[in-house]
């Protein structure tokens, strides 16, 4: 099992930044792919950013060049660091964790952190 404690959210005014992190801790194999979620109110779940345990990164069109994803593998943290928020961003933001175990994928959620920007 992994668990993932997200923390960092808040209230923030557009044009505004905040920064998300989010510990893992329990088996956490070298090789996964940990990234940020999020859901808007009223919305489906939807990717904001992934990084792979080599340190490749893939974003969602609408964050690229605003957010930037990055990991400390030794310590088993990913951090988002999101500029130029707008009220677009509002949503809950869940870290999440994907891994192979003994052949079979594992996906893991943290609890949420909800982040609202107000306009």
């Known amino acids: 099992q992994v668990q993932l404690v997200e923390s960092g959210g808040g209230l923030v005014q557009a044009g505004g930044s905040l920064r998300l992190s989010c510990a893992a801790s329990?088996?956490?194999?070298?090789?996964?792919?940990m990234g940020w979620y999020r859901q808007p109110p009223g919305k489906q779940r939807e990717l904001v950013a992934l990084i792979s345990s080599g340190g490749s990164t893939n974003y969602a069109d609408s964050v690229k060049g605003r957010f930037t994803i990055s990991r400390d593998n030794a310590k088993n943290t990913v951090t988002l660091q999101m500029n130029s928020l707008g009220p677009d961003d509002t949503a809950v933001y869940y870290c999440?964790?994907?891994?192979?175990?003994?052949?079979?994928?594992?996906?893991?959620w943290g609890q949420g952190t909800q982040v609202t920007v107000s306009s």
């Open positions: 329990g088996s956490i194999f070298s090789v996964n792919t």
């Open positions: 999440n964790c994907n891994q192979v175990d003994r052949g079979r994928p594992k996906v893991y």
